[in-house]
C-alpha cells in the first residue's frame, strides 16, 4: 500500500501534475494540502477517471485539503474534534465593550484537516496554520491547532491496534538541520522552541514520526521557495511529515522524498513524499 502526502499550492494549476504523480507512483492513497478551491471548483471528475475516490474541503481560494483513494474512502470528517477556528480580532483598548463582544464572536473553522479509513488505515490530510509572525494571534492560533490536534490524537492512539497516519505540510521546522541556514529564520515562525516543542509532542501522544527514521539524512527538503533560486541553489526546508501509530509504523518499508518533483515548469513549490507500506 502506498500513501502520499503533498502540498500541491493550488490543483487546479498542477491538476496534469498530481494526477501525473498518482501514476508514476502507483498510489493507493494521496493526501493534499493547499488546493486553494472551493468544493465546487474541486476537480472531481478527473479523479475518477483515474480511478479514485475523492474527499475535499475548501470553502474559499485559501487552504483545502483532500484526499483521493483507490483503497476506499469511509467515515469522512471536514475537522478534527476541537479544531479551532481563526479570525484576527480587532484591538479596541478605547472600548472595552466593543472589544468583548468581538471576542465573543465564534471564529469560522478553516478548510485544513480531513479524515478517511483508507484500507484500513485512517488518514488525516492536515495544513497547519503558518503563524505568520511571533507573537501575532495567528501565531497563538497556530500553537493551539497543533496541541488540540495533538490531544485527540492521543485518544485515537489508545484504541487497540490503532491505524492512524497523519500527514501533511505541519510549518515547522523541528531540526536546524531541516533548513538551508536556521540563522536566517532567527525571531521567525517555524523554529521557534514552542513551535517545535507543540511538533515534537505529538512523539508523547503515542506517534513515531515515519520519515525522519526512514529519511534521517540532514538537509532532505521537501520545500523550497519560489523566490532567490531557491530551488538551483537547495535552499530548502524539511516541514512535510507523517506521524503515524505504531501499528502503521511497523508496516512502513521505505519513505521517498520526490525531489524530482520541484522540478519544471509549473511546479508546485512542496514535493510529495510517498510511504510504502507492507499488506
Known amino acids: 500500500m502506498r500513501i502520499a502526502t503533498w502540498n500541491v499550492n493550488s490543483l487546479r494549476a498542477r491538476l496534469d ?28 471528475g478527473a479523479f475518477q477517471e483515474a480511478g479514485y475516490e475523492v474527499a475535499h474541503t475548501g470553502l474559499s481560494q485559501w487552504n483545502g ?32 465593550a466593543a472589544s468583548d463582544a468581538l471576542l465573543e464572536v465564534e471564529p469560522p473553522v478553516e478548510a485544513r484537516a480531513i479524515g478517511a479509513t483508507c484500507g484500513g ?5 492536515l495544513y497547519v496554520p503558518h503563524g505568520r509572525a511571533l507573537g501575532d494571534q495567528h501565531y497563538e492560533y497556530k500553537l493551539t491547532w497543533l496541541r ?28 536546524d538541520t531541516d533548513v538551508y541556514d536556521v540563522a ?39 520545500y523550497w521557495d519560489y523566490q532567490r533560486l531557491a530551488f538551483p541553489k537547495n535552499r530548502g526546508l524539511r516541514i ?18 520526490d525531489r524530482e518533483e520541484r522540478k519544471g515548469k509549473g511546479a508546485s513549490d512542496h514535493v510529495p513524499v510517498i510511504l510504502e507500506l507492507a499488506d
Open 17 to 44: 501534475r498530481t494526477l501525473g504523480v498518482l501514476e508514476r507512483w502507483d498510489l493507493d492513497v494521496l493526501a493534499i494540502q493547499e488546493t486553494k478551491c472551493r468544493d465546487e471548483q474541486f476537480p472531481v
Open 148 to 175: 488540540n490536534l495533538r490531544d485527540v490524537a492521543r485518544n485515537w492512539a489508545a484504541e487497540p491496534d490503532a491505524q492512524v497516519a497523519l500527514l501533511g505540510d505541519w510549518n515547522v521546522i523541528p531540526l
Open 240 to 257: 512535510d511529515f507523517g506521524w503515524t501509530t505504531p501499528a502503521v509504523a511497523e508496516r512502513v518499508r521505505t519513505v521517498t522524498i
Open 121 to 125: 488505515v485512517r488518514v488525516w490530510s
Open 65 to 96: 485539503v483532500a484526499i483521493a483513494s483507490r483503497v476506499g474512502l469511509e467515515d469522512v470528517a471536514t475537522s478534527f474534534p476541537g479544531q479551532p477556528g481563526f479570525a484576527k480580532v480587532a484591538k479596541a483598548d478605547d472600548d472595552a
Open 184 to 222: 536566517d529564520f532567527a525571531g521567525h515562525t517555524h523554529v521557534s522552541q514552542p513551535e517545535r516543542d507543540a511538533f515534537a509532542a505529538f512523539a508523547e501522544a503515542g506517534y513515531t514520526e515515519v520519515t525522519r527514521e526512514h529519511v534521517p539524512a540532514e538537509h532532505a527538503y521537501t
